[in-house]
């Protein structure tokens, strides 16, 4: 199954949809509520990432019987020092951001704790893609 | 505590999720971020905080969340009550500060999940 979401830079109000429809998707597919939470955290934390931080972007999940493959491709600015990025309390969130209860430098590590394989390639100017990856069984 | 007690302890409104109000919660956990009520795991607390946006409400429903607790005056906007209404969430008003609201609530038997 092959799932696609528009996300748009600044959209707040509408921040976490794809997340929603995802979640709803593998509860009708009877997927153990602990990995639904695990994938719906992570996908959640990255949604808003590509809203808060990026130009908008596209969110795809890929489900099959074992598991669930989710791309989070946004349209830049790119992220200089992945490393750094990835180390809790990191962040370069805008005090909007922060308005809204996010941007405390826990995204990206929330993810990683959340998911089986955690990919993320990012080129400044271009863009960065995050990809996740969880075991349904 | 069922969750009509604990609007009574608060002197809050519940302004959604009337008909849940004989349910028992025994543990809360309180934060204005939501990065942090999204490292709950498998614990379903009750959830008390001052950030009144449509983000509490889907942070809420990513984390399996469904009673919450505004405190410092803040009321949910008709979109958010809206949206929690779909995810059948408990919402309450409380006009006490975050210190006050958690004091009570502790003094009331109430547990933090760690």
């Known amino acids: 199954m092959h799932l696609e979401y528009t996300v748009v830079e600044g959209d707040f109000v509408n921040a976490g949809s794809a997340s929603s429809s995802i979640k709803k998707t593998l509860k009708q597919l009877s997927v153990n509520p602990s990995i639904v939470k ?41 992220i200089p020092d992945i490393d750094w990025a990835m180390q809790e309390g990191h962040s370069t969130a805008s005090p909007e951001v922060r308005n809204m209860g996010f941007g405390a430098g826990m995204g990206l590590p929330n993810i990683k704790k959340n998911v089986d394989r955690l990919n993320v390639q990012s080129t400044v100017g271009v863009g960065t893609t995050v990809e996740m990856e969880v075991n349904l069984s | 505590m069922k969750l009509s007690e604990i609007a009574k302890v608060l002197n809050a409104k519940v302004v959604c999720g009337q008909d849940r109000l004989d349910e028992e919660q025994d543990k809360v956990f ?45 009321k949910p906007t008709e979109e958010m009550i809206e949206l929690a209404e779909e995810e059948c969430m408990v919402l309450m008003e409380c006009d006490y500060s975050m210190f006050k609201a958690c004091g009570l609530l502790w003094e009331a038997g109430l547990k933090p999940i760690y």
């Open chain 2, 30 to 74: 309180a934060s204005d971020l939501m990065s942090d009520i999204l490292t709950l795991g498998d614990n379903f607390p009750m959830i008390v905080t001052g950030l009144c946006t449509m983000q509490t409400i889907r942070t809420a429903e990513m984390g399996n969340l469904d009673i919450i607790v505004f405190v410092r005056k803040k």
């Open chain 1, 38 to 78: 695990r994938v719906v955290v992570a996908l959640y934390e990255a949604e808003v990432n590509a809203i808060a931080h990026a130009y908008g972007g596209v969110v795809t999940a890929d489900i099959d019987a074992g598991k669930i493959l989710i791309r989070v491709i946004d349209k830049g600015p790119g």
